[in-house]
């Protein structure tokens, strides 16, 4: 395996499990409007920025409403529950303590919008572990294409080949291996196993992963005390 030098996290049902809230605000929005959001829209839209999700289902179920009359209204709704129900992905704190202990850049490459991002940090206090930040306004493509991760990158001064992408989309995985770098991948629950074939190595959890960069420390520190 490369090199490791810097970890860049995924945020949509990586970094915090938001998945469930996602599905949940899609099903009552397009409720709302005569329209039923099923899984299947939730599988082919992971790691898909928003604005291009609301764009293809508005032309698709032919909706009278805008794009960003959707979107506005779709964060009402996903807010609420944000604010009652989203909470850090199992192994979060643990991973991002273990990183900035060890001096690895961590950066967060996000299909998210910067109000989303700005929630978060702010909700569990993380913003000080990052070290660059971007999200779906930081970029023109979304993932799978690999700009926002080259972005978030060029930012942390690291080459995409040693950095390691934290992914739960198949498209997020898409997108890191674009870009040239390593993903580790822990699958979304909504998406079977055998999609993610592109990573590099698939976990259970954050925790695993975590277990997993200390086992390649440990072994590095002894191939070069040799």
């Known amino acids: 395996m490369k090199q490791v030098k810097a970890v860049i996290f995924d945020m ?20 709302r409007h005569g329209h039923r959001f099923t ?15 609301l764009t293809t289902l508005k032309h698709h179920w032919k909706l ?22 989203l909470h850090l992905s199992r192994g979060a704190s643990e991973l991002l303590e273990f990183l900035r202990k060890v001096g690895l850049p961590i950066g967060l490459g996000t299909s998210a ?9 702010e909700k569990f206090n993380i913003r000080h572990y990052f070290d660059a930040i971007v999200d779906a306004g930081g970029v023109k493509k979304g993932k799978p294409n690999p700009e926002v991760y080259l972005k978030v990158a060029e930012r ?10 934290l992914e739960d989309a198949i498209n997020g995985v898409a997108a890191a291996k674009n870009a040239d770098m390593m993903c580790f991948a822990i699958p979304n629950p909504y998406i079977p196993k055998k999609h993610y074939q592109g990573a590099d ?7 695993e992963v975590t277990r997993s960069l200390i086992e390649i420390r440990n072994n590095r520190k002894k191939y070069n005390s040799r």
Not at 65 to 84: A, H, P, T
């Open 156 to 165: 942390l001064k690291v080459s995409p080949k040693n950095c390691l992408v």
């Open 39 to 53: 899984v299947r829209h939730l599988r082919k839209f992971l790691g898909i920025r928003l604005i291009d999700e």
């Open 201 to 207: 190595q698939i976990f259970q959890s954050l925790q």
């Open 12 to 31: 949509d049902g990586l970094l915090v499990d938001s998945e469930p809230i996602q599905f949940e605000t899609s099903k009552l929005l397009f409720r």
């Open 64 to 85: 009278s409403q805008g794009v960003n009359e959707l979107q506005n209204e779709r964060k009402d709704i996903f807010l609420k529950l944000v604010r009652q129900k």
């Open 113 to 121: 919008d910067s109000w989303f991002v700005d929630e978060v940090m």
